[in-house]
């Protein structure tokens, strides 16, 4: 079951600068069984503030690096700053920098590389975050 | 048995001849007749005694009542009287006499008269007396004397001991009554402990008093006898010529301890190493010599009692040593001290020092004299003098301060490297204060320093800097350590060593550590970077080809272009990357050339390079002035490359570029500036640019490139030990600034 309780679907936001990873997602969410989300796509953190500000979105997938900040460090909390209180995800093609760890601290739920991201872990995500919200083991079992 | 005389003569020469005085004396007491032996004693003629009364006799009242009261009046029924009385002579002196009185009785038997017949005691008396205050004198002495006296009579029973005795034997003293035996006495001490040397079994007891009652009945030569009290005492007995037994007991505890410790005192200087020397001044021969004494010079004692201080003093004249061993009145030359050498029984010859001590004795006037053989001394008298040179020779050599002092710091050596750093010949610093050749910053520190020197910690070092004379700044390492004797400090010993360069090469070794760290986070995050940049095109172009993959399997075909496009723009991208990061490696890391160059020459070769993308954004180069610098030309020309080409690609649209250098020289180096008049950078982006694939713009088609050449600017220009960052004051584009030192890239 991946939509809401109520029968909508989820509504997932990609912010990432290269247009080519939304088209990627896209195909794995069409891949993915019971993946019945609602995935929108904006290219810069500018974009993505603005949008959780107008309200409905349920979870971000967050590119690392965004130009031209540096890392998720610089972005995340921009989110959270702008009243986004739903799961945040980092995605990122290297996930091996030792400043990931320290990924709660700057108001991230998860990380995962995006070599990893498929329909199984999508599904896994997403049964995760209907529950309620994303629980630690999730991110955890993603380390 | 008939007498051939009357017995009225009889009587009347008896009467006349007895030696005792014989008188009359009348019912009335009246003397009627006396004989010549009563003139004799009294003084009184017969004429003379004849009428005196009793009064006139007696020397005390009180015995002419006695006497009149128990004889008078004569019919009393006493009829005689013996008693002892004093008389008085005619000259007033005092006769003792013993009277006998007898009535005279009548043919009726009535008394008549008295017969008194008065034996002269007077010399008995005196001699009773004389006898008691001998024997009082006796006891006086006897309890006054402080040995112990006793005697035994022939059945070895006590009689007489007097206090000492008592005193002496304190736990033996309740078996001590007179009429005691001796046996049964020492017995009594036995059994309470009152011997040390008596044993310690029944068996030994048994022993020792039979050994002791054979010395007592038999005895000869004193001996000393030990009790548990710690006294030593020298018995004495001797058997006298009436068969008493008498003892005499002296405490020779002192005695025997002031001989312990003389006989002890003797073989400790017949012990000792020093050699000790007895001369008889008199004599001019050797007394008595200690062993060290005999064994360095061969000779045995009474070899040497044939031997005068000359023979055995080499090289001395007689009349030298007489003068030296001669008596002396005053106390000042009592002692002598001289070097000298002694010759041996075999010839061979050691220095020695004597200390000669004159003995004013007059009977026998004596020098003692102590002598210690020099040889060993010396040597280590040389042997410490060729260390002090050495030590000497050492510190004038060694680069490092040396200095010595009391603990006030008053110098007692410094060593030449010190006192030509503080420019003063080094006699002149000695007796000064240590502190006063400290530099005034470090005097308070180098006092806090030596308080807190102690027995425990007698040793810090602290490093100082100091001034030199020519005025560089020297870095010395001090070594302080204070020498204490007794918890007390006596030295102070201070070793400063030239760190200078030593402290250098930490810096240096410092900043390259620094740098080094810095350079490694450089390459971190530059790893980082590449690893993210060059998978993610990698992966996409992976994706998309498994996408096409699999819609050719199922049939469709509409995205497929879509996709190729993808893997094209990423090869693309992946290519460049690669390309930069060769261009990057390459140059970063290249080997420095350095040579001399004028600045605008590489500004020209740099705008050559570019004259395509000059002419397309109708780009001009304005150069304010000109320089020379030293480094290498094809990277300093890269540097301004990159810087040129950033200006004609971040310009406005549609407007053309206008690119200004300046260059100014001062101490400090060279400080060039390139601005441009394009869209400029954020201030906030000012670090950030200089990252390997770091770009500001994700519109590539507005905006391409890798991400490098400011990376590559900045290598650069730390690898001629000079430096590039962004003028964030700059708001009408975009304006580095680079520096390089004078000198070159070093």
């Known amino acids: 079951m991946s939509s809401q309780q109520d029968g909508t679907l989820l509504k997932v936001l990609l912010v990432d600068d290269d247009p080519a990873e939304h088209v990627l997602l896209k195909r794995k969410l069409k891949t993915a069984e019971d993946a019945s989300i609602d995935l929108e796509y904006v290219s810069d953190i500018g974009g993505a503030v603005e949008r959780v500000k107008a309200g409905g979105v349920d979870m971000v997938f ?10 998720f460090r610089e972005t995340a909390p921009q989110l959270r700053s702008a009243g986004f209180i739903g799961p945040i995800g980092i995605i990122s093609s290297d996930i091996s920098g030792r400043y990931f760890e320290k990924f709660r601290e700057f108001g991230v739920d998860f990380k995962i590389g995006k070599d990893e991201i498929d329909g199984t872990v999508i599904n896994f995500i997403l049964k995760e975050y209907t529950l309620d919200q994303l629980s630690e083991t999730c991110s955890e079992d993603f380390l | 048995m008939r007498l051939p005389v009357s017995p009225e003569s009889l009587l009347h020469a008896l009467y006349e001849t007895l030696p005792d005085p014989v008188m009359i004396i009348d019912a009335d007491r009246k003397l009627i007749a006396s004989n010549a032996a009563a003139s004799a ?16 006799f007696y020397a005390s009242i009180e015995d002419a009542r006695e006497v009149g009261r128990a004889l008078f009046p004569l019919d009393k029924a006493t009829q005689t009287l013996h008693g002892q009385y004093q008389f008085l002579r005619k000259d007033g ?14 043919a009726d038997g009535k008394a008549v008269a008295l017969v008194a017949i008065l034996r002269d005691i007077s010399e008995t008396v005196a001699a009773r007396e004389e006898h008691r205050r001998t024997e009082s004198i006796l006891n006086t002495a006897l309890a006054s004397i402080s040995e112990g006296f006793i005697i035994f009579d022939k059945q070895d029973r006590l009689l007489l001991c007097n206090d000492a005795y008592f005193e002496i034997y304190a736990i033996s003293a309740p078996a001590m009554r007179i009429g005691a035996t001796f046996e049964s006495i020492i017995r009594y001490g036995v059994a309470h402990g009152q011997y040390a040397d008596c044993g310690k079994t029944e068996e ?9 009652m054979e010395r007592h009945r038999n005895p000869s030569k004193p001996y000393i006898q030990r009790l548990s009290t710690n006294r030593s005492l020298l018995v004495e007995e001797r058997i006298a010529e009436d068969g008493l037994n008498v003892g005499v007991r002296t405490d020779v505890s002192i005695l025997s301890q002031a001989k312990n410790e003389a006989e002890r005192l003797g073989q400790i200087i017949e012990n000792v190493a020093q050699e000790v020397y007895l001369f008889s001044l008199t004599k001019d021969k050797i007394v008595s010599a200690n062993k060290a004494a005999r064994d360095n010079l ?5 070899e040497l009692r044939e031997l005068s201080a000359a023979d055995f003093i080499a090289g001395s004249a007689q009349d030298e040593m007489n003068a030296l061993i001669a008596p002396t009145g005053s106390a000042e030359s009592k002692i002598q001290i001289f070097d000298t050498m002694h010759r041996r029984k075999d010839g061979s ?78 006699d002149e610093m000695i007796g000064r204060k240590f502190l006063d050749f400290v530099p005034e910053a470090n005097r308070a520190m180098l006092i806090e320093h030596l308080a807190s020197l102690s027995p425990e910690q007698p040793l810090r070092t602290s490093e100082q800097a100091m001034p030199s004379l020519t005025g560089e700044t020297l870095w010395c390492l001090w070594s302080n350590l204070m020498v204490f004797e007794d918890g007390k400090p006596v030295e102070l010993v201070s070793v400063g060593r030239d760190i200078t360069q030593v402290r250098e090469a930490q810096n240096r070794i410092a900043r390259q550590s620094r740098e080094l760290e810095l350079r490694n986070n450089a390459l971190e995050q530059f790893s980082a970077v590449v690893s993210h940049d060059l998978k993610a095109p990698l992966r996409q172009i992976r994706l998309f080809a498994d996408m096409i993959a699999e819609d050719i399997k199922l049939g469709k075909a ?41 600045l605008s020459k590489a500004l020209n070769e740099a705008w050559t390079n570019l004259s395509v993308n000059v002419e397309e954004a109708q780009a001009s180069l304005i150069v304010e002035k000109d320089i020379d610098l030293y480094g290498d030309f094809t990277l300093l020309t890269h540097l301004y490359q990159n810087l040129f080409a950033n200006s004609l690609k971040y310009r406005r649209q549609d407007s053309s570029v206008e690119i200004r250098v300046e260059a100014q020289t001062d101490r400090e180096g060279h400080k060039i500036t390139v601005e441009d008049d394009g869209i400029g950078i954020a201030p906030e982006q000012a670090e950030r640019i200089f990252g390997v694939f770091q770009r500001l713009h994700a519109d590539e088609k507005l905006y391409s490139g890798t991400g490098i050449g400011l990376a590559l600017c900045r290598r650069i220009a730390e690898s001629h030990h000079g430096s590039i960052h962004l003028d964030t004051s700059y708001r009408d584009g975009a304006r580095f600034v680079i520096t390089l030192p004078r000198q070159g890239a070093g």
Not at chain 2, 574 to 581: D, G, N, Q
């Open chain 2, 349 to 426: 010859t050691y220095p020695c020092r004597v200390r000669l001590e004159h003995m004013e004795d007059p009977d026998d006037p004596v020098a003692l004299a102590f002598v210690e053989d020099m040889t060993e001394r010396l040597e280590i008298e040389r042997a410490l003098k060729q260390k002090e040179h050495e030590f000497e020779t050492l510190a004038r050599n060694l680069p490092d301060f040396i200095v010595r002092a009391k603990p006030d710091t008053t110098l007692t050596y410094v060593n030449e490297h010190y006192a030509r750093y503080v420019g003063r010949p080094a």
């Open chain 2, 298 to 302: 061969q000779y045995s004692l009474e």
């Open chain 1, 62 to 71: 967050l590119d690392n690096r965004l130009v031209p900040n540096n890392d």
């Open chain 2, 41 to 56: 004693v009294f003084g009184y003629s017969a004429e003379e005694f004849l009428g005196l009364g009793p009064r006139d």
């Open chain 2, 204 to 212: 030994e007891h048994e022993a020792w008093v039979a050994w002791r």
């Open chain 2, 558 to 598: 509409e995205d497929l272009a879509t996709f190729s496009g993808y893997i094209s723009q990423r090869s693309e991208a992946m290519e460049a990357m690669t390309s930069s990061l060769l261009e990057y490696s390459q140059l970063a890391y290249q080997r420095i050339n350095p040579e001399k160059f004028q």
């Open chain 2, 93 to 106: 002196s005092i006769v003792t006499a013993e009277l006998t009185a007898n009535k005279i009785l009548d």
